[in-house]
């Protein structure tokens, strides 16, 4: 969720530091800072509220140098959005921290501090950190010891960044349940909450294991493991470039993503089928043995990763004939549990660091899950890490925070993996054979629809003036109504829910009049009829709809019901495809209301803490 970057080096880092920051702007945060060792060795500090650009406009009115420094994006947890709550924060002068997380036990050290002599300026948690690593300075800890020191007294989750004019050619960094790379250059060494950060200046990371401590100079890297032993951590090179997160010739990311996803499909698909089969080595080699044993499968994901797990539950149980459970990750983890045999643990997550989701991992480990499987975006990811098999969306980076390719491939994904089971399990070729036919289509299918955002760009000025809108589906197509809406209400801040059409009679009728838009998707598929007679109920009560249909089964065009045509379809297939309006719709009604649409408030694209 926040954002970390530092960096030692021969040269001045500020400006490394500035452009880091602003390539993690999509994780989310309120406000923003850095600090620098300069030439004489004291710690120099900018922050600010707001955007990065309110801290590059610091910099440049009184410009701080180093060849050693930390900077930082926070999301607000503990404290409101101040300049006094903005990190780095900074110990006597001495020390300087930046921190990823929660740190549970924050009140004892404070007081424990305070009782030390130690004053607080600000409300977080943070403080407490940077104040006990300055204690054991003190006490003669070097930078590295006294930071290992520290953190054996810390409950929580965090990624850390330290430097000290006391030992000004280090840069210490530690992590615990947040992430954090090593960027690995020549004579200069890097750190980041993501790759992205730091593409501009390496492609070289060093992925930091769960406890790991690292000590940085200008010429090595030593990490030492949870245990305080040194060890060696493997050195990738990143397949990411730096253009990769530009947004080319689009106004925002989120357009532009929303039009990479025919290619990010096909990358999902590319390698896994052939001859209209699937290719079960694609999970893993223990896939084929862990998809044969399955008698069960409990989902469990946040937000739009959760909506994919819902649609995933009827694949699972309509094609390959295994029961599902879908569970938002937070509930998942406070809860008793009752674990059937043979059951497979799945989560979904675009980051793989998703705070919730990854504890919820963690918890199941324990819990004798036959296996666990991570659907995820990014390969060197914890949940990737730390899961038994693995299916890797390929999305590519996506930094708008309203989640779009990200949710298609993850879908893409999803049904890979629901046709691997159903082969294990004794599909039949021929309607294999048909399933993968038709998941080869969508990327094509996706582009003739992309083709109709002119006119769904048109259906959006119905919507700038209201404040409430109603999402209605049927089967599949419920939780992309319900992915609908929190795409809707997400960037244009329009209050928007979801309901099966089924239900109308059940509440949502009662709201249902000329300023309450209702939007749906009507495929062909045995409950068209149905889902009919639901609209008729809606425009009985003078609401208006706007239907995006199958030509097979849209109702008559008229001027309470727009009917916009897709595609046909096969039927499974069809949540990827009927999300695609709902996305473009969103995006458009963000822009003409003239929102922030690729970080929207009080929102962050990567969920790293509770």
């Known amino acids: 969720m926040c954002g970390i970057v530092g960096a030692i080096a021969e040269r001045d880092v500020a400006p490394i530091l500035l452009e880091g920051l602003r390539r993690l702007e999509y994780r989310g945060y309120d406000s923003a800072g850095l600090a620098l060792l300069n030439a004489a060795g004291e710690l120099q500090r900018h922050r600010a509220v707001g955007k990065v650009e309110a801290l590059a406009?610091?910099?440049?009115?009184?410009p701080h140098s180093g060849t050693v420094g930390v900077a930082h994006t926070r999301w607000a947890t503990h404290g409101a959005p101040t300049e006094a709550n903005a990190h780095?924060?900074?110990?006597?002068?001495?020390?300087?921290?930046?921190?990823?997380?929660?740190?549970?036990?924050?009140e004892a050290l404070r007081e424990r501090l305070t009782a030390a002599g130690y004053r607080f300026e600000s409300e977080t948690d943070t403080e407490a950190i940077v104040n006990a690593v300055h204690a054991r300075l003190d006490q003669g800890d070097d930078l590295l010891a006294a930071t290992r020191g520290v953190i054996t007294e810390l409950t929580g989750a965090f990624a850390l960044g330290v430097i000290s004019r006391r030992d000004p050619q280090r840069l210490v960094v530690a992590r615990r349940g947040s992430p954090l790379v090593i960027g690995v250059g020549i004579g200069e060494h890097f750190i980041a909450s993501d790759v992205a950060a730091l593409l501009p200046v390496t492609r070289r990371f060093i992925d930091l294991e769960e406890g790991d401590v690292a000590d940085l100079t200008r010429t090595a890297v030593q990490v030492y493991d949870a245990d305080g032993h040194p060890v060696e951590r493997p050195v990738r090179t990143s397949e990411l470039t730096a253009d990769a997160v530009e947004r080319g010739g689009f106004r925002h990311f989120m357009a532009k993503e929303i039009h990479e996803q025919p290619s990010a499909i096909a990358e999902t698909l590319g390698g896994r089928i052939s001859d209209d089969r699937i290719l079960p080595e694609a999970l893993g080699p223990a896939a084929t043995r862990v998809l044969a044993d399955a008698q069960r499968v409990q989902i469990v994901a946040c937000g739009t990763s959760y909506h994919a797990g819902l649609v995933a539950r009827y694949w699972f149980e309509s094609i390959a004939g295994l029961p599902c459970d879908v569970e938002v990750a937070s509930e998942f983890r406070y809860r008793p549990h009752v674990v059937s045999p043979g059951t497979v643990f799945v989560t979904l997550s675009q980051s793989g660091e998703t705070a919730d989701t990854l504890a919820a991992l963690r918890e199941a480990k324990t819990l004798g899950y036959l296996a666990t499987l991570a659907i995820c975006n990014v390969p060197e990811s914890s949940l990737v890490r730390e899961s038994d098999l693995v299916m890797m969306t390929r999305a590519g980076p996506e930094i708008g925070v309203a989640s779009t390719k990200a949710f298609t491939t993850q879908l893409a994904a999803l049904l890979l993996t629901v046709i691997a089971a159903g082969h294990?399990?004794?599909l039949a070729g021929d309607e294999e054979a048909r399933l993968i036919r038709a998941l080869r289509q969508i990327p094509r299918q996706i582009e003739t629809v992309l083709g109709l955002e002119p006119r769904i760009q048109g259906l959006a000025e119905a919507f700038i003036d209201k404040h409430h809108t109603l999402f209605l589906g049927r089967g599949t197509q419920y939780p992309i109504a319900m992915e609908g809406a929190l795409k809707l209400k997400e960037i244009s801040y329009i209050h928007a829910e979801a309901y099966p059409a089924g239900e109308l009679k059940h509440g949502p009728l009662a709201l249902v009049d000329g300023d309450m838009p209702v939007v749906t998707a009507a495929p062909n598929n045995e409950l068209v009829e149905k889902l009919k007679s639901n609209l008729q109920e809606v425009r009985a009560r003078g609401g208006r709809l706007y239907v995006f249909a199958d030509p097979a089964a849209a109702p008559a065009d008229s001027e309470d019901c727009q009917v916009i045509a897709l595609p046909s379809v096969d039927e499974v297939v069809a949540p990827l495809l009927y999300t695609i309006p709902f996305q473009l719709l969103a995006y458009h009604v963000a822009v003409l209301k003239g929102t922030d649409v690729d970080k929207p408030r009080n929102l962050a694209k990567s969920v790293t803490v509770e």
């Open 57 to 62: 406009a610091a910099q440049a009115a009184t």
């Open 88 to 106: 780095p924060h900074v110990a006597c002068g001495d020390v300087a921290i930046v921190h990823n997380g929660i740190i549970e036990n924050h």
């Open 424 to 426: 294990a399990r004794g």
